[in-house]
């Protein structure tokens, strides 16, 4: 919908650097224009104090005037013909996006155990019995219970957990109810928790 004396941002051209805003790039568009060097020279070095003065609290960090002067480069499209007073030949990584990371797509029975207690569970297989196995067992079905809880998939009741146990580690850990004890869970805690994520 185009309603006359309306202006957008949609309809605008796109910033380069959102942080600064539009009249900061309209700065740097006509300081670009100017045919006089010194006066681009003069009006860039107002353009930086301007910048300057909107985040004055990364002002602390190493090489912030270095930053502020690639950023000048960036918005400018490396056009604006100046003396610039630092090497801004770097500046162009900064403009340049990063790949996109790869999500890892790795297929597990259920979800709401993780991929790395699925990890845990390959490493039970092999691992041989003694005090180091006893303890990773019992940090795994006290991390189990609280995924199951967390993520109201089905009861988070202790036999759930030893079944699972057993039946992700092909059978190679068979958890004794009879002598193993659960950590106490703060449910109330983590009933808070999961109405947060509900809420998002």
Same mark, same amino acid.
């Given at each position: 919908m185009n309603i006359e004396g309306l202006d957008y941002n949609?309809?605008?051209?796109?910033?380069?650097?959102?942080?600064?805003?539009?009249?900061?790039?309209?700065?740097?568009?006509?300081?670009?224009?100017?045919?006089?060097?010194?006066e681009r020279q003069r009006c860039a070095e107002s353009i930086i104090v301007i910048m300057d003065r909107m985040f004055p609290q990364n002002r602390e960090n190493p090489d912030y005037k270095q930053?502020?002067?690639?950023?000048?480069?960036?918005?400018?499209?490396?056009?604006l013909d100046i003396d610039w007073p630092y090497d801004i030949s770097g500046a162009a990584k900064i403009a340049t996006k990063p790949e996109p990371l790869e999500y890892p797509m790795a297929q597990i029975p *259920?979800?709401?155990?993780?991929?790395m207690l699925f990890e845990v569970f390959e490493q039970l297989k092999t691992m041989?019995?003694?005090?180091?196995?006893?303890?990773? *067992?019992?940090q795994t079905a006290n991390q189990m219970k609280?995924?199951?809880y967390?993520?109201?998939?089905?009861?988070?009741?202790?036999?759930?957990i030893a079944s699972d146990l057993a039946r992700f580690?092909?059978?190679?850990?068979?958890?004794?109810?009879?002598?193993?004890?659960?950590?106490?869970?703060?449910?109330?805690?983590?009933?808070?928790? *999961?109405?947060?994520?509900?809420?998002?």
């Open positions: 949609t309809q605008r051209e796109q910033l380069i650097l959102p942080e600064y805003g539009r009249e900061v790039q309209k700065m740097v568009d006509y300081a670009i224009s100017l045919p006089d060097r010194e930053k502020l002067w690639d950023h000048l480069a960036i918005m400018s499209n490396f056009q *259920v979800r709401h155990y993780g991929k041989p019995a003694g005090e180091e196995r006893d303890e990773l *067992v019992r609280r995924n199951l967390q993520w109201s998939h089905g009861s988070a009741d202790d036999e759930k580690t092909d059978g190679h850990i068979q958890l004794d109810l009879d002598t193993f004890t659960f950590e106490k869970l703060d449910f109330s805690q983590m009933q808070q928790q *999961v109405g947060k994520k509900k809420r998002r």
